[in-house]
């Protein structure tokens, strides 16, 4: 299963159930996945796609320092809303 695939099932089971692996999220949480894992839950989709940059720094070191270079298709964010809806942020 590549990235985006394990990234998508995640977001989806969080929009239609509001839960993953035992943690749950509210209306309105932007949620950021890197490779199939939460990365952050904020309030804006800046704060967590700030969040999932810093923790995409500190992992892949160097070469994700800028913005530009995260490849699209390992990192995800969304906000989780009802009715569900996959929304990219």
Known sequence: MSD????LRVAEAI???FAWNDQTFH??????????????????PQAAIAAMRARANRIRNAAWSSKSSIPPS????FRSVRPPR???I
Request: hydrophobic share 45%; with cysteine; glycine share 6%.
């Open 27 to 44: 209306e309105g949480d932007c949620v950021a996945l890197l490779d199939g894992q939460i990365i952050a839950v904020a309030k804006t």
């Open 74 to 77: 390992t990192w995800f964010a």
């Open 4 to 7: 985006k695939d394990r990234n």
């Open 15 to 17: 929009t239609t159930r």
């Open 86 to 88: 996959l929304a990219a």
